[in-house]
């Protein structure tokens, strides 16, 4: 499934540096999210967007700072983190965020805060 | 609080059947999701129930009772490709999506 990509796949990052991940969907739609997966815990969901608006920022510390200049491209932003916020970077695009979408979602990014 | 709980691992032999649970506890209901996540993969869609009963799709099949708070993911002739992480997600009455920890599941020859 290559419908949403994301870059860089893996990273280290200090806690001083400043770094942004990428995320593209191939498939048309128009809802796009970003979500943190730690180790045996549910998907925290982070981010919303649909039509190129914010609907959802779960409480998200503001280090972590979203953009989302078309429908097509995610990215996230990262300054000043913290090693609690090592984890997988996922995510993922649907229709319109209606009641029955389904959320597709690219491969990850795994980042490492030293 | 809303809670989705599944098993945290399981383990099946290859060829086998296999019943992945999942029980939730949510304000509303508007419909469940399984998805398959292999290590360092992303998750792929496997099924979506929203009325009570069972879908099937070839070798995988889920089951819905809205009254219990329960589905489960029927696996079976089970191949060692299946050895994967499953995910379990209950979309509640405002239409937001909460998501289990998932079950690994292991696959043995």
């Known amino acids: 499934e290559t419908g949403v990509t994301q870059t860089p796949r893996h990273l280290v990052m200090g806690m001083t540096n400043k770094k942004s991940l990428k995320c593209e969907q191939h498939l048309g739609h128009n809802a796009m999210y970003w979500y943190k997966q730690s180790a045996k815990k549910p998907l925290e969901l982070m981010f919303v967007?649909?039509?190129?608006?914010?609907?959802e920022n779960n409480s998200v510390p503001s280090r972590f700072s979203p953009e989302c200049p078309n429908s097509s491209h995610l990215f996230l932003h990262l300054h000043t983190l913290q090693p609690e916020d090592s984890a997988l970077y996922l995510c993922?695009?649907?229709?319109?965020?209606?009641?029955?979408?389904?959320?597709?979602f690219g491969p990850g990014t795994r980042l490492t805060v030293l | 609080g809303q809670n989705i709980d599944q098993p945290t691992e399981m383990t099946a032999t290859e060829g086998a059947i296999v019943q992945i649970n999942c029980t939730y506890q949510?304000?509303?209901?508007?419909?469940l999701f399984w998805y398959q996540q292999h290590a360092g993969e992303a998750p792929t869609f496997l099924s979506y129930?929203?009325l009570d009963g069972l879908e099937e799709k070839g070798r995988f099949s889920s089951f819905l009772s809205r009254s219990k708070g329960y589905s489960y993911l029927l696996l079976k002739e089970l191949q060692m490709k299946d050895s994967a992480s499953y995910l379990c997600a209950v979309r509640d009455g405002n239409y937001q999506l909460i998501w289990g920890a998932g079950t690994k599941l292991i696959i043995k020859p």
């Open positions: 967007y649909n039509f190129k608006e914010q609907t």
């Open positions: 129930n929203v």
């Open positions: 993922a695009s649907s229709q319109d965020g209606g009641a029955t979408d389904t959320q597709y």
């Open positions: 949510t304000s509303g209901f508007n419909g």
